[in-house]
């Protein structure tokens, strides 16, 4: 079991900035990969950034050279840096872990981002 807890979110203005962070608890030994996740209203949950234990990165097209994902494996951790906040980037934000031979997918709580226009 994988156990994540996200925080960082809340209110910005469009242009502004956010880091999210995300900690992660339990058979951390077994993640592979990291990454965080968003869902807006009345829409499907959307990949965002993930980055591999090797350091290989892979973002969503609309958020490329805006976000960026990192991770730090020494405090099990992963953070989203988010410039350049668009109204369309509102939406939950869940950071995700892939774990095990089956990579099987660990949700966090979720934190919600708000960027006004």
């Known amino acids: 079991q994988v156990h994540l807890v996200e925080s960082g979110g809340g209110l910005v203005q469009a242009g502004g900035s956010l880091r999210l962070s995300c900690a992660a608890s339990?058979?951390?030994?077994?993640?592979?990969?990291m990454g965080w996740y968003r869902q807006a209203p009345g829409k499907q949950r959307e990949l965002v950034a993930t980055v591999t234990g090797g350091g290989n990165t892979n973002y969503k097209d609309s958020v490329k050279g805006r976000f960026t994902i990192s991770r730090d494996t020494a405090k099990n951790a992963v953070y989203l840096q988010m410039n350049s906040l668009k109204p369309e980037d509102t939406a939950v934000y869940y950071c995700?872990?892939?774990?095990?031979?089956?990579?099987?997918?660990?949700w966090g709580q979720g934190t919600q981002v708000t960027v006004s226009s």
């Open positions: 339990g058979s951390i030994f077994s993640i592979n990969a």
């Open positions: 995700n872990s892939k774990a095990g031979i089956l990579n099987r997918d660990y």
